[in-house]
């Protein structure tokens, strides 16, 4: 029992140093960063209520049957890898429709997502994956993606920014 006790306590007590290290590392390198984030480089995890509003919207795409209406605000600006972009429900509906009408199928990866909050109060949901493609005329391909989208107070998505690019060979 005793060599199960003192196990223990180790354990407590290099978790404990573990966790000081840590928040020693966290505020020395905070304040000596070479760069300075223009939004924000403070982050805390969210709700994973905004992974499924976005996993929704992305189902969507994947199934070819878009209902938008109650999840995309009024508002909502997206940006695309091309440079282009789109603003208000409406448009942006229409611009997900007709790109998704010149694909025959679309499979969406997921490799990682996450839910945070900025310190500005603003939530957001970070993803990465990748999207297989097949166009109408036969074409196939492959997207890696990184999808940056923000939830509003209403839990509706008011921004989304994609960056795209080939898979490494």
């Known amino acids: 029992m005793k060599k199960k006790q003192l196990a223990i306590l180790t354990l407590s007590l290099l978790t404990l140093s573990l966790l000081a290290s840590a928040q020693q590392t966290k505020s020395t390198v905070g304040e000596n960063l070479p760069y300075e984030a ?24 994947e199934d070819n049957k878009f ?60 993803l990465w994956g990748g999207q297989n493609n097949e166009a109408t005329n036969g074409t196939k391909g492959t997207l890696e993606l990184q999808q940056n989208w923000k939830i509003n107070a209403d839990g509706k998505i008011d921004f989304m920014k994609q960056y795209e690019a080939a898979p490494t060979k």
Request: aromatic letters at 8%; hydrophobic letters at 40%.
């Open 67 to 126: 209902n938008l209406e109650n999840i995309l605000s009024d508002s909502i600006r997206v940006e695309l890898p091309n440079g282009l972009y789109c603003v208000g429900k409406d448009r942006v509906i229409k611009m997900f429709k007709a790109g998704r009408s010149v694909l025959l199928s679309s499979k969406v990866s997921i490799k990682t997502v996450l839910a945070v909050k900025s310190d500005k109060g603003q939530e957001w949901v970070m």
């Open 38 to 61: 223009s939004y924000s480089s403070h982050y805390s995890v969210s709700s994973t209520k905004n992974i499924l509003i976005v996993e929704n919207v992305l189902k969507q795409w």
